[in-house]
């Protein structure tokens, strides 16, 4: 989806830029960001992400996009749709963030991704939208339940693309209905 530009009133979602990599590096290189999200990232692996991010833009209409800081132009992270590509998610609509750690506890997250799912409702009506991450990621765990996502236990899963005894394997599956977020 070239051109797309999406605000609230601090942040601004965006498509991936060329000069993004330098700012979603800090992000995915700091092993606080990335303590319930796996390894940190080396710059390849992030230009890599990017990549693949703006390809599932145009193969899909949307992706995780940047977010924008208004306030300085930063990009502190990212947020959007994906469609699920492991197994047990496989083509639904799965909502995701990732965001610096000093952004952290400012309401950043839960904005982004409230603007996220008003796209989907406008753009993906009728589709239910999920979320996943570790078991033991207890900050991304409750911004799911203060953006109206609720816990499905019955499709907690072990991670595919991670190792056995990985304490990040086990995954926990959030969801929210169509509707639930008029």
């Not at 208004?70 to 047990?88: E, N, P």
Request: glycine share 10%.
């Amino acid at each position: 989806m070239a051109g797309f530009h999406l605000e609230t009133d601090r942040l601004i979602l965006r498509d991936w830029q060329a000069g993004d990599v330098d700012d979603l590096h800090r992000v995915c290189s700091d092993p606080q960001v990335m303590a319930t999200l796996g390894p940190v990232m080396t710059r390849t692996g992030t230009a890599a992400l990017i990549a693949d991010l703006q390809a599932r833009a145009l193969d899909f209409g949307h992706t995780f996009w940047a977010i924008e800081r208004k306030s300085d132009g930063r990009v502190i992270g990212f947020t959007g749709l994906v469609r699920g590509a492991i197994i047990q998610i496989a083509g639904q609509l799965e909502i995701g963030w990732r965001l610096a750690a000093d952004c952290w506890g400012q309401g950043y997250a839960r904005e982004a991704a409230e603007a996220a799912l008003a796209w989907a409702h406008e753009h993906r009506s009728g589709e239910p939208v999920i979320a996943i991450t570790a078991r033991s990621n207890t900050r991304s765990r409750a911004l799911m339940q203060r953006i109206g996502m609720s816990y499905q236990p019955e499709h907690d899963f072990e991670h595919p693309a991670l190792t056995q005894g990985d304490p990040l394997r086990p995954h926990v599956l959030y969801s929210i209905k169509p509707g639930a977020w008029d």
